[in-house]
């Protein structure tokens, strides 16, 4: 949550993030720092590009207030994919974010979700979730800087197929 925060606040600063990590990449494929690891993106340096476009001219975000409520929904999901190595926004017995936030209050205005597979270290799975390669409408980024939303909640764990997942419920107010 900390680092969705310095993203949402200081959105022209955490460019400096991606321009270094553009640095990493050989055509559509980036390897972190210490790792032997080669990482196939669909869109290569193009998506970072543009996302340090965005952030650019992006203004700053109030941060997330931190959600218990949120954060149980989403270690819903993180737990379940978790287990089996499920993908995706409906879990087969956590169901919907809508329901799983449901379970754990009433939220207002709006909700909404990001999952992201794969990094372990927050920094990259923030800046993966703003970079957003190969999601056409970029929903993921949309949501981090989303004007409407005032809380979150954040849960990650272990994924069998991609090694780590972070999923981050979102909602324009939310009572526990």
Known sequence: ???INLARTSPRSYAGFLRDFRKLFQGKLY???GSSTR???REGVAAVDEAI???ARQKPQPPLSWSNGLAA???ELAKEQG???GTGHVGRQSHGVQERIERHGTWEREIAENIGYGPKEARIM???LIIDDGVRDRGHRRNTFGKTFSTAGVAC???PGFGSMCVIDFAGGFRE
């Open 53 to 55: 476009r965005y952030l």
């Open 73 to 75: 929904a989403a270690a």
């Open 126 to 128: 923030v800046m993966q």
């Open 157 to 159: 764990g272990s994924h």
């Open 83 to 85: 287990r089996y190595g």
């Open 31 to 33: 390897t972190l720092p």
């Open 1 to 3: 949550m900390a680092e």
């Open 39 to 41: 990482t196939q993106t």
